[in-house]
């Protein structure tokens, strides 16, 4: 398994301002994940960040909105540009972990944005 | 990429066999199938994984078809706790997150 912390838990955040999400895993991994996950929504895949290179975004996410850094093999953080209500959802990471053959991905608890 | 169809919802009392099936006619001989829990407020929660035929965990079993073309999830007794969002995935390797899309979920709601 894998351990996954993310701070904060959650934040009530001014429109315009930006918060920065931390993940700490337990061990280290090549990649994390950050998704995106709106009120009673499924999930949806934000970027992926790779240790010494800059983030892989998906399609309609872009590095000024989302910013990421990965210093390390077990750090990582998300940062919420310029935010506005529409941003108001629970920010994830995850990390792959392989078993023989096969894989699990685990998730952090969320970090849970209010966006006024 | 492989698109995974659930029930929106589904309803049980405490004790019974839940049986949630996932379609997913597009999936790559690559694939695997993989079912997540998810509660409120917290990060979805890996259940179960298989390739093909029958797979048993302490948790759940997971019965897959010849034709990989679907998949249940089989949650024997089930308990007020196993109230949550149930994902279906379907992927290849840990390197593909991007190709491995949650969909909608099935809501599953357990009573008394």
């Known amino acids: 398994s894998a351990v996954i912390s993310q701070k904060p838990s959650r934040d009530i955040c001014q429109r315009g301002t930006s918060l920065t999400i931390q993940c700490q895993v337990d061990?280290?991994?090549?990649?994390m994940f950050w998704y995106r996950q709106q009120p009673g929504q499924s999930l949806t895949l934000i970027a992926t960040?790779?240790?010494?290179?800059?983030?892989?975004?998906e399609s309609g996410f872009v590095i000024d909105k989302f910013p990421i850094s990965r210093p390390n093999l077990t750090f990582s953080t998300l940062t919420v540009s310029n935010m506005s209500p529409e941003d108001s959802s629970i920010y994830l990471c995850?990390?792959?972990?392989?078993?023989?053959?096969?894989?699990?991905?685990?998730f952090g608890p969320g970090t849970r944005l209010t966006v006024t | 990429l492989a698109k995974t169809t659930q029930p929106i919802s589904m309803d049980s009392y405490e004790g019974q066999e839940v049986n949630i099936t996932c379609s997913h006619n597009?999936?790559?001989?690559?694939?695997?199938i993989t079912w997540y829990q998810q509660f409120p407020s917290q990060g979805p929660r890996f259940i179960i994984q298989?390739?093909?035929t029958k797979v048993t965990n302490e948790v759940a079993s997971l019965f897959i078809p010849a034709d990989r073309k679907s998949s249940t999830l089989s949650l024997p007794r089930v308990s007020l706790s196993d109230t949550a969002v149930y994902y279906c995935?379907?992927?290849?390797?840990?390197?593909?997150?991007?190709?491995?899309?949650f969909g909608s979920g099935t809501r599953l709601s357990i009573r008394p």
């Open positions: 298989g390739y093909k």
């Open positions: 995850s990390v792959f972990r392989t078993s023989g053959r096969t894989y699990e991905q685990y």
């Open positions: 597009n999936i790559a001989t690559n694939d695997y």
């Open positions: 960040a790779n240790q010494g290179s800059e983030a892989t975004y």
């Open positions: 995935l379907v992927g290849a390797t840990y390197s593909s997150a991007s190709k491995i899309i």
């Open positions: 061990s280290q991994v090549t990649m």
